[in-house]
């Protein structure tokens, strides 16, 4: 997951749209609250609530009313209040914002459990399979219009992939890590890459080290897992940067 | 001579209610070299951005009778921080040989050069070779020479009607350069929200309308200093 959540975290910070690490666990946090209300699928709720989001954000976006990263912050407080208001009239439910913080992936069901993971195939597979095609549209929308058919379609279809993986990733992992895979390892690959081929090779690998390392530093020192990973991932930035760009 | 385009009472609106085009009416033909000039919020950028169709009229329409249009913005939206390479850039946006195109704008050494290490200049070279390797029947080019230096602009504007000539293209050139614009163009578009005059250059230069429109601003220069020449 850090691997497909490093990959997507290249076009979201090409795109400069990391804010949508942020709305849409808060979107998906909603559908999550529902569904818990209302006994239906974990999974389902959170396809169906980032998918909505994605496509309202991305209608919003054309009408040019409101900046993008206004919008985005937006359905970020919207998700986050929704889901608290929702949950008040939940009687003997306390918000455990932990579980929201750092994920639970005891609380998804086993069904649950594989429809997410066949979602995840499904994206690394379109990933593998179009990258140059959402590489053309992260880096210039203007020369994707005209180099590329069907642009605006393509464009929707890349955001309710980033939308709808970032909302599942949030249930197994937490809010804090999908941001932090989102948005750090792209940032470090491309202070020493050379190439955008190597950034998002590079991206994908750091996260994945520091998936690694951050468990093992966490299971040595009994320090949260999650936590771990993002301080790591910061003070790798951190180092790159006094290293590479003094 | 064929039409490439054709503009037909062409409005554009942005929110809540801004009229920033107002009835256009304009075509453009093969082979032709325009300049599109007006002051700034006069609508130039709406107008070749609605051409290339990443803006929607609010009215009237634009037909298009070739989907071959290159738009080279004035500001890129390349997020020059990232490491991409010339190469990878053609790889993406432009054909092959990408060697050819760059040899065509004096860029061939560049292919394995990043592209936020470039000048303004070299950057807006770059992108008419990935224009010319995609062989448009039109280029539109917004503002080409706000990165060039004036000792810069008069090469680049002979490399732009040598590529236009060898490449049979039209070309609609958006500047506030009005003088050497006008110069290079076989017709003239004078824009002010609504086209205050149109035609070759020498009856636009001397028509009341662009007089009006540009004569205020173009005070003569007084030499003023504090200091004796020798």
């Known amino acids: 997951m850090s691997l497909m959540l490093s990959w997507l975290g290249g076009y979201v910070v090409l795109r400069r749209e990391v804010v949508l690490a942020h709305a849409m666990p808060n979107v998906a946090f909603l559908g999550v609250v529902l569904a818990f209300m209302f006994g239906y699928s974990i999974t389902f709720a959170i396809v169906l609530f980032t998918v909505i989001a994605a496509l309202l954000i991305d209608y919003l976006r054309r009408k040019n009313l409101i900046h993008s990263d206004s919008l985005l912050e937006i359905f970020a407080q919207f998700g986050l209040a929704s889901a608290v208001i929702v949950l008040s009239f939940v009687k003997g439910y306390q918000i455990d914002l932990t579980q929201f913080l750092f994920g639970d992936i005891l609380a998804i069901s086993h069904t649950d459990l594989y429809f997410t993971f066949a979602i995840f195939v499904l994206v690394s597979l379109s990933l593998y399979k179009w990258h140059h095609v959402f590489l053309k549209l992260s880096l210039s929308e203007s020369f994707s219009h005209v180099s590329l058919k069907n642009s605006r379609l393509w464009h929707t279809f890349l955001i309710l992939l980033v939308a709808v993986s970032i909302g599942l990733a949030m249930k197994i992992v937490g809010i804090l890590l999908v941001a932090a895979f989102t948005t750090v390892p792209a940032n470090i690959a491309k202070l020493f890459a050379k190439s955008i081929k190597q950034t998002f090779v590079f991206a994908a690998i750091i996260g994945l080290i520091t998936t690694f390392v951050g468990l093992h530093v966490s299971a040595l020192w009994d320090v949260p897992s999650g936590a771990s990973i993002v301080v790591l991932l910061i003070s790798t930035l951190f180092f790159t940067f006094a290293v590479v760009r003094p | ?230």
């Open chain 2, 1 to 230: 001579m064929k039409k490439l385009v054709e503009i037909k009472n062409l409005s554009v609106k942005f929110p809540p209610d801004k009229l920033v085009l107002d009835n256009l009416s304009l075509s453009i033909n093969e082979g032709e070299l325009i300049s599109l000039i007006g002051l700034n919020g006069s609508g130039k950028t709406t107008l070749v951005k609605a051409i290339a169709g990443l803006i929607k009229p609010s009215k009237g329409e634009i037909k298009r009778f070739t989907d071959k249009i290159f738009y080279i913005p004035q500001k890129s939206d390349l997020d020059t921080s990232f490491p991409i390479t010339i190469r990878e850039l053609f790889a993406l946006f432009g054909r092959k040989p990408y060697e050819e195109y760059l040899k065509q704008v004096g860029m061939l050494s560049f292919l394995d050069r990043q592209v936020g290490k470039l000048s303004g200049g070299e950057l807006q070279r770059v992108f008419i070779a990935l224009a010319l390797s995609n062989k448009p029947d039109l280029l539109l080019m917004d503002e080409p020479i706000s990165g060039i230096d004036v000792v810069a602009e008069k090469s680049f504007y002979e490399m732009i009607e040598r590529i236009r000539k060898d490449y049979e293209m039209s070309i609609v050139l958006v500047s506030h350069d009005i003088h050497v614009v006008i110069a290079h163009a076989d017709k003239v578009w004078c824009l002010a929200g609504h086209i205050c005059c149109q035609g070759p250059p020498a009856e636009v230069a001397s028509s009341k309308e662009f007089l009006e429109l540009f004569m205020p601003h173009l005070q003569p220069y007084k030499h003023k200093h504090d200091h004796v020449h020798k």
